[in-house]
């Protein structure tokens, strides 16, 4: 077996690993099932790569984001590490060929989607490859208590059945004490085995501004902090409305959203990556996975409905650990459109069903037919074939997701791909009578290797460039070729994916579990009122987020609006902790009534106790045990 400190110095050229990856990494060469919770820009995937390229074998990686797979894979090809990724939308034949890579080749690490993962090819597969470590990427989502629950997930463990001797790691950047111990359980951990990295970023400085004019507001941030910035937006037309008001200033910016072409998601990104763009305006789909340390500003137009997603956003700042700023612009309509998104967010459960009895007729998917199959899926056609409304409609699909019964993926970029059917006598043939389809074939064969024995992938744009024709017409050439029975050619596509997990039933017959739907609701609440309150109550905004993801003696960040006195607390900082600590003393020796507890201050006190009270009980500080509060161990 190879050091891993070799390994990261020949493929990364790094003479040190970063805090904890050494230790996660030995725990796994240990054999010892693992949970590591590293920070946004903490070098996770770092922690399975090294340690599959330590020993013979490859590494099964899971992860929900086919964006960030096909990144990972692209960057590890490039360091020369083979790689491979299966999601869905993926042909059977390409499918096929990874998977027998992985058993007969050299493929070092093979990422898979949930879904994929638990279909019977890959389990038969996988039964013959030989297997170092199963990892599991964002493994927050295989916790109900999470903020993003996938069901797929919770079917992992069952690879483990086929694997009984191989470790795993679990691995995610936010996740409350619940979730890890919920995240232990679900993927049958041999032993409880977390490591831990403080979610602390003490370069980074966290305010939020209550301002009714955010656009200019946003202005004058960028004006004044220097460098490369995201500013995240609610919707699509948003990040649009944005970037042109930004640019009107003189600001130099770029809007960002999944609704993009391929080719336009990937400019914009490489433009700002490479620093020709300043500020990127985006959805929360931009960011998962991109790899710039030098963010100096992160701006929210809108507060998210999770904490979680929040921390996980605004830590794409200051990963290089010089100063960074992550600022929310906040006011009360903020509070009133979550409230109303919410109620949005949990149709009736008839509504559901019958968005699922639609989807079988739209895909004209036989009930008992459609178990892991995957369809192509334009959500606005859908909603105007069936007179749904688009929004209700949307939460209604992903209630399914979370019932179990279907997954609704991202848009999936798959280029198109050609491979030639005739031998080289009759292609030649078919040249000399075809003398405008001569031109495109003399073209393709001598960019392309390998057409006559497995299907290339072809990248139409440039090929349309180096051939000085439209695209409308190379794609007709190709669909020539395809008619004509000299090639086989699947068009590029860049859609969203609908995938049955379950047979299609019949929608009376749709299990759709109440009791969840109601926990899942209250969760979803609970994570909305603490989201509120991180916006509306006067404490280090550091420390309430520590807070929230367990560090409970977390220590005032010092930088922050509310410590700096940026926003006037009608309790400060250094009252706050004297409360507190006076607090903790007389509950831990006994519990007490609320006005024993205020008594115990002088009278000029008690309204800044009353609010101190307030927030240690909203944290979960205290506990009510009938009329009294004690301190929760």
């Not at 990127?280 to 409905?305: Q, W, Y």
């Not at 290089?320 to 006011?331: F, G, I, R, S």
């Not at 892991?372 to 074939?385: H, L, M, P, V, Y």
Request: proline fraction near 4%; glycine fraction near 6%.
């Amino acid at each position: 077996m190879k050091p891993p400190i070799d390994i990261l110095k020949q493929y990364w050229g790094f003479e040190r690993f970063r805090p904890l990856q050494e230790e996660i990494i030995q725990s796994v060469l240990d054999n010892r099932d693992t949970l590591a919770l590293l920070p946004t820009g903490g070098g996770k995937s770092v922690c399975y790569q090294v340690p599959a390229l330590c020993r013979e074998g490859l590494c099964i990686v899971v992860s929900p984001l086919i964006a960030l797979m096909k990144d990972q894979v692209e960057n590890l090809l490039k360091r020369k590490v083979p790689a491979a990724a299966i999601y869905s939308g993926m042909s059977y034949r390409d499918i096929d060929r990874i998977l027998d890579n992985c058993i007969y080749g050299n493929i070092k690490l093979l990422y898979l989607s949930p879904e994929r993962l638990t279909t019977e090819l890959a389990q038969v597969r996988i039964s013959k490859m030989k297997v170092n470590l199963l990892a599991v990427d964002e493994a927050h989502c295989i916790s109900q208590w999470g903020y993003d629950f996938r069901p797929p997930y919770l079917r992992i463990a069952e690879t483990r059945e086929l694997l009984p001797d191989v470790p795993v790691l679990a691995l995610t950047a936010t996740a409350t004490k619940e979730v890890v111990k919920d995240i232990q359980e679900k993927l049958a951990f041999r032993q409880d085995n977390a490591f831990q990295k403080s979610f602390e970023r003490r370069n980074l400085s966290y305010s939020v501004l209550q301002e009714e004019g955010k656009e200019q507001k946003l202005a004058d941030i960028l004006k004044r902090v220097p460098g490369s910035g995201i500013v995240y937006a609610r919707n699509r037309r948003r990040t649009k409305e944005l970037a042109a008001f930004l640019q009107r200033n003189g600001i130099s910016a770029d809007y960002y959203h999944a609704g993009l072409e391929s080719e336009a998601r990937s400019r914009k990104q490489d433009e700002w990556l490479a620093g020709k763009q300043r500020i990127m305006v985006s959805t929360n789909a931009f960011g998962m996975g991109i790899d710039k340390p030098d963010v100096r500003v992160v701006v929210h137009m809108e507060l998210p409905d999770s904490l979680e997603a929040y921390f996980q956003e605004a830590g794409r700042a200051g990963r290089d650990e010089k100063k960074a700023y992550a600022v929310l612009l906040y006011n009360d309509s903020d509070r009133r459109n979550l409230e109303y998104r919410f109620e949005q967010s949990f149709p009736e459960l008839e509504e559901v069903r019958r968005t699922y009895r639609a989807l079988g007729s739209y895909f004209q998917l036989a009930v008992g037919a459609g178990e892991g199959q995957s369809f192509d899926f334009d959500i606005a056609e859908f909603t105007q074939n069936y007179q749904l409304k688009p929004v209700s409609t949307y939460h209604c699909l992903k209630l399914l997701e979370q019932a179990g019964w279907i997954v609704l993926t991202e848009a999936v970029f798959i280029p198109s791909s050609l491979m030639i059917k005739v031998d080289k006598d009759m292609l030649y043939d078919y040249q000399l009578r075809h003398r405008k389809m001569d031109k495109l074939l003399k073209a393709i064969l001598r960019t392309y290797q390998g057409a006559f024995n497995h299907p290339i992938h072809l990248r139409e744009g440039q090929l349309a460039k180096f051939l000085k024709m439209p695209m409308t017409e190379l794609r007709k050439g190709l669909e020539k070729l395809n008619q004509d029975g000299i090639a086989e050619y699947q068009p590029q596509k860049d859609t969203p994916q609908v995938i049955f997990i379950k047979e299609r039933v019949d929608a009376d017959n749709l299990l759709l579990d109440r009791k969840m739907y109601e926990f899942r609701k209250q969760r979803h609440q609970e994570r909305i009122r603490r989201a509120v309150a991180y916006a509306e109550t006067p404490v280090c905004r550091s420390q309430q987020l520590l807070q929230y993801f367990g560090e409970r003696t977390a220590p005032r960040c010092g930088i922050c609006d509310v410590c700096t006195g940026r926003t006037q607390a009608e309790v400060t900082p250094d009252d706050f902790e004297r409360y507190k600590a006076k607090i903790q003393l007389l509950l831990q020796r006994e519990p007490l009534s609320l006005e024993e507890v205020v008594a115990s201050f002088a009278p000029k006190r008690q309204e800044q106790v009353l609010k101190t009270l307030e927030y240690l009980l909203d944290e979960g500080f205290l506990e009510q045990q009938g009329q009294k509060l004690a301190w929760k161990k």
